[in-house]
């Protein structure tokens, strides 16, 4: 009978840790990142002074006018994309970023052999980990209308250069985390979108990547795809990183309170979404932790002719930018001092 009880206490024992443990792992604010997922990490939360100054620092004549610069036919190979990944590499390196291109030629579909050019960026090249965020410039060739992809994907790719812009002077070059911008090239599919006809530039780079040991430094990345729709929806498509989903959720919805939002209704949705084949695969696929934000609901003029720049709604587009670069400030643990700063 004594060993019984000892067993029994043993066993509730061990119930009561379990229970607390699990207890405590809902109220703390750790999350893994990297590969393995052994690195925990815990991102300073900004206070509502921060948030303020960081919405303040907003230029959405910036944003409109890249857009604009971006939202060209530029199918590989062509003159309109060489002037695009110019734009782009030009933009960068005014801001004294650390910008490489990685270059490759393969055989597609209908236009034989294509150099493709993949655009990385880093804001601080000596640091040992990135926080990553992504996007397609490239333009899907349609052989009856010029297509200008202005949410697909132009507007993602000026949501990336305008956030470089406003945050210029907020970056602080630690040696352990930057920030690291990548535009792909070659997402689109030349015929038929297959396994061998699509993501292109993701594929080779993820490869490279791999192979040189680069991988192990990508703490996050995130995607951007198909934003610029009055109607966009982001909702939490990969379940592995939904703590980090679950803090876009949360910063949106305070800016919301704080009443810095452009809209009255969320665009991030702490919801079930279902993932679709873009350029975050070939990185998952090699254990790369992915946030895929793209518009559960297709914009209207997806791959139509009114893909237009002029189609673009701003409101969505500035809200998208505002939650994205709160994310960004608090995962690098670099949020601006506001002591000197009076709010209203």
Not at 54 to 82: F, M
Not at 223 to 239: H, T
Not at 254 to 283: S, V, Y
Request: glycine fraction near 4%; include cysteine; hydrophobic fraction near 40%.
């Amino acid at each position: 009978m004594p060993c019984q009880r000892g067993l029994i206490a043993l066993i509730c024992l061990t119930i009561i840790v379990v229970i607390t443990t699990i207890c405590q792992s809902f109220h703390t604010n750790f999350l893994t990142v990297g590969r393995n997922g052994t690195l925990r990490y815990e991102p300073t939360e900004l206070d509502l002074g921060q948030m303020r100054f960081l919405a303040g620092l907003s230029d959405s004549e910036n944003l409109r006018q890249t857009v604009q610069r971006i939202a060209i036919k530029r199918v590989p190979s062509t003159s309109g994309h060489s002037k695009v990944r110019n734009y782009i590499v030009d933009y960068l390196k005014k801001l004294n970023w650390n910008v490489e291109l990685d270059i490759f030629t393969q055989k597609v579909p209908i236009m034989s052999a294509v150099t493709f050019h993949n655009i990385v960026a880093r804001q601080n090249p000596r640091a040992k980990r990135y926080l990553m965020f992504g996007c397609h410039y490239d333009s899907k060739y349609f052989k009856d209308f010029d297509f200008m992809a202005a949410t697909d994907s132009a507007v993602s790719c000026a949501l990336m250069l305008n956030m470089a812009t406003i945050l210029r002077n907020q970056f602080h070059n630690r040696s352990d985390i930057s920030l690291m911008l990548v535009f792909f090239d070659g997402e689109e599919a030349f015929g038929e979108w297959s396994a061998e006809d699509s993501l292109y530039g993701s594929r080779h780079l993820a490869e490279l990547w791999e192979q040189h040991g680069f991988l192990d430094r990508i703490d996050l990345f995130l995607l951007l795809d198909l934003i610029g729709a009055s109607d966009v929806v982001l909702r939490m498509n990969i379940p592995s990183t939904s703590g980090w989903f679950r803090r876009l959720v949360q910063l949106e919805k305070k800016l919301f309170q704080a009443g810095i939002l452009p809209l009255q209704r969320p665009l991030f949705k702490f919801e079930p979404g279902t993932d679709i084949d873009d350029d975050h695969l070939p990185f998952m696929l090699r254990n790369v932790p992915v946030i895929h934000l793209i518009s559960n609901k297709y914009p209207a003029v997806w791959h139509l002719a009114e893909d237009l720049e002029r189609n673009v709604d701003y409101n969505t587009t500035e809200q998208v930018a505002l939650v994205l670069r709160m994310f960004v400030m608090e995962y690098l643990n670099s949020a601006p001092s506001t002591s000197n700063t009076v709010y209203q």
